[in-house]
C-alpha cells in the first residue's frame, strides 16, 4: 500500500508536466510538418521531439520502477511502452492534453452548458488538428493525393469527424485511411459521450424535481394533518 502511495503521489505530480510536455510535442509535431523544407524548422522540430520522447520514456521507467507488483503493472500499461517505442504511436503522447480539458472545466464549473462546451470544443479541435497534419503526412507525397496541403487535410478531417463526406477531397494511402477511420470512430464516440452526459444529467434533475415534489407533498400532509389535529382539540375543548 505504501509503494502504491508513492506512485500515485508521483502520477499526481508528473501530470502537468507531462501536459506541458505534450504540448510540446504537438509544437514538434506541426513544425515536422508543416516546415519540412525549413532546415532550422526541421532542427528544432527534432530537438523538441527527442525532448518531449526523453521525458515520457522517464516518466515510463520511474512508474515502472515504483510500481508495487511491476510484472503486473507492464502487463497492464503496453500501451504506454508502444507509445514510447513505437514512432507510429507518438501523436498519442496528446492524450495527455486531457489534464488540461479537466482545468478548464474546473474554470468554468459544474455547469452543464460549461461542461459540453469544454469538452465539444477542446476535444474536437485538437481531434480535427491532430488528424489534419497525420493525414497531410501519409497522403502528401503520393501521386494520386488530393491531400497535398494542410488547407485540404484539414478540410478532409472535418467532413470526416462529422461523417458529411464531400468526396471532394479523400485519402487514397493505406495509413491515410486508417487515420480517416479513426477519425471517424473518434467523432461518433464524442457526440457520443456529450449525448450521455446531457441525458445523464436530464435524468438526474427529473429525480431530484420528483424527490422534491415529494418532500413538499409530505409536507403538505403534515401540516394539514396539524390543523385537522388542532381543530378537533378546538372542537372537543368548546363541547
Known amino acids: 500500500m505504501k509503494d502504491q502511495a508513492i506512485l500515485d503521489r508521483w502520477e499526481r505530480r508528473a501530470e502537468w508536466p507531462l501536459a506541458a510536455v505534450a504540448l510540446m510535442f504537438l509544437a514538434s509535431y506541426s513544425i515536422h510538418v508543416l516546415a519540412q523544407s525549413d532546415r532550422t524548422a526541421a532542427h528544432i522540430s527534432h530537438l523538441l521531439g527527442v525532448a518531449s520522447w526523453i521525458v515520457f ?31 507510429l504511436l507518438r501523436p498519442l503522447r496528446l492524450v495527455r492534453l486531457v489534464i488540461l480539458f479537466s482545468a478548464l472545466q474546473r474554470a468554468v464549473g ?14 474536437a479541435v485538437l481531434l480535427v488538428y491532430v488528424a489534419s497534419l497525420a493525414e497531410l503526412q501519409a497522403e502528401r507525397h503520393d501521386p494520386n493525393t488530393t491531400i497535398d496541403s494542410f488547407g485540404n487535410a484539414l478540410w478532409c478531417s472535418i467532413t470526416t469527424v462529422t461523417t458529411v463526406g464531400y468526396g471532394d477531397v479523400y485519402p487514397v494511402t493505406v495509413a491515410g485511411r486508417i487515420i480517416a477511420a479513426l477519425l471517424m470512430i473518434g467523432g461518433m464516440s464524442l457526440v457520443g459521450v456529450i449525448t450521455a452526459t446531457i441525458a ?22 403534515a401540516e394539514l394533518r396539524g390543523e385537522i389535529r388542532a381543530l378537533r382539540e378546538q372542537l372537543n375543548g368548546g363541547g
Not at 445523464?200 to 400532509?221: F, K, M, Y
Request: aromatic content about 8%; proline content about 3%.
Open 200 to 221: 445523464s444529467w436530464i435524468v438526474q434533475r427529473v429525480n431530484e424535481a420528483g424527490s422534491t415534489a415529494r418532500e413538499l407533498t409530505a409536507a403538505d400532509i
Open 57 to 87: 520514456t522517464i516518466d515510463y521507467a520511474v512508474r515502472l520502477w515504483l510500481a508495487p507488483n511491476r510484472r503486473h503493472w507492464f502487463v497492464r500499461h503496453l500501451l504506454d511502452l508502444a507509445v514510447v517505442a513505437l514512432p
Open 110 to 123: 459544474n455547469a452543464i452548458r460549461g461542461r459540453v462546451l469544454v469538452y465539444t470544443v477542446s476535444g
